[in-house]
């Protein structure tokens, strides 16, 4: 069975530009989580979703993130315009019901220049 | 709110030696629930162990066993035998007891853990 996965692995851009973070949640995991990691400190958390719904979404740092999850399946994470302290790794982690645990991917390295 | 401390930023061991890595958390719960998740080079982020708050006995999985005092805020994470491929970044992770719409997972700074051959 596939995990997680994330694309892309590494995205350079620079401050200004638009970046979209995709992650596909492992199949059949209802529960869709977003966390970032910035410079070296904890992981945070941003927003959960299930299915295509937001339910908690207050870890979403301000308006430029864009978080979406049409039709329940994968989910991608737009940040517009990219900011220098958006730099981080970009975890997403998928669960099968409420409460279970929580499936990591590798993240994706965001580096605004 | 909840966080969860990690004071040791590297850590590192012999090959087939024992280690053990540190975790502090501050909450207000009586029921949680808490992690500790190993990450190696570039990839994915996996679950090493889980214990239950409500849990006395300490959780272990093979290699991997916690230290988990309640009172002390205190939930240490023992690998023994280190093996090479035990080198990651070891993240605690804490998880308040299931309310609705709280799912998150405060993590920590993590650790990093290097093994000398």
């Known amino acids: 069975e596939a995990g997680v996965t994330q694309f892309p692995s590494h995205s350079v851009i620079e401050k200004g530009q638009t970046v979209t973070l995709r992650c596909d949640p492992i199949s059949g995991h209802d529960n869709l989580y977003w966390y970032r990691r910035v410079m070296g400190k904890e992981i945070k958390f941003l927003l959960h979703f299930v299915k295509e719904s937001k339910q908690d979404e207050s870890g979403m740092p301000n308006n430029r993130f864009l978080a979406e999850r049409t039709g329940g399946t994968y989910s991608t994470l737009k940040v517009q315009p990219a900011e220098l302290e958006d730099s981080g790794v970009y975890f997403c982690?998928?669960?099968?019901?409420?409460?279970?645990?929580?499936?990591f991917g590798a993240g994706t390295r965001l580096s605004v220049l | 709110a909840q966080t969860v401390t990690q004071s040791q930023p590297e850590m590192s061991v012999q090959e087939a030696e024992t280690v053990t890595l540190s975790c502090t958390y501050d909450?207000?719960?009586?029921?949680?629930?808490l992690f500790w998740y190993k990450q190696p080079p570039s990839r994915q982020m996996i679950l090493v162990i889980r214990?239950?708050?409500?849990?006395?006995q300490n959780a272990t999985e093979n290699r991997f066993s916690v230290n988990f005092q309640k009172a002390a805020k205190s939930f240490s994470l023992k690998i023994s035998d280190s093996q090479l491929g035990d080198a990651a970044m070891y993240f605690c992770?804490?998880?308040?007891?299931?309310?609705?719409?709280?799912?998150?997972?405060?993590f920590g700074t993590g650790t990093r853990l290097t093994i000398i051959p």
């Open positions: 214990q239950e708050a409500y849990k006395q």
């Open positions: 992770a804490y998880r308040n007891e299931l309310n609705f719409g709280n799912e998150k997972l405060t």
């Open positions: 982690a998928s669960s099968q019901a409420r409460g279970n645990i929580q499936y």
């Open positions: 909450t207000s719960e009586s029921d949680y629930y």
